[in-house]
Nanobody, 121 residues
Framework: QVQLVESGGGLVQAGGSLRLSCAASGIIFRVNAMGWYRQAPGRQRELVATITNGDNTNYADSVKGRFTISRDNALNTVYLEMNSLKPEDTAVYYC???????????????WGQGTQVTVSS
């Protein structure tokens, strides 16, 4: 059974920084793209950043220049370094991973349980 476990959320003042981590564990054959999404109260879940297994990255316009996504393939872990945080960054942050559990299995998307990030003004 595959699990994605996030850590690193919390409360920070505007202008501060946080680093989120998300580790995939269980029986995993191959991890393709990994990413971070967020959902603020009353809003739809939105993409924050993604990274392929070739380290190609993609960012939402709202976080470009402030957030950096990276990954450690040996640890099946994805990170999100968040700097210059703003109150509008407040949300539950979810990681995901597109992975297969065996050589012949289809690639499926798995999600973490979410971690709260709160930025005070």
């Amino acid at each position: 059974q595959v699990q994605l476990v996030e850590s690193g959320g919390g409360l920070v003042q505007a202008g501060g920084s946080l680093r989120l981590s998300c580790a995939a564990s269980g029986i995993i054959f191959r991890v393709n793209a990994m990413g971070w999404y967020r959902q603020a109260p009353g809003r739809q879940r939105e993409l924050v950043a993604t990274i392929t297994n070739g380290d190609n990255t993609n960012y939402a316009d709202s976080v470009k220049g402030r957030f950096t996504i990276s990954r450690d393939n040996a640890l099946n872990t994805v990170y999100l370094e968040m700097n210059s945080l703003k109150p509008e960054d407040t949300a539950v942050y979810y990681c995901n991973a597109d992975l297969s559990v065996t050589y012949s299995a289809s690639v499926r998307r798995y999600w973490g349980q979410g971690t709260q990030v709160t930025v005070s003004s």
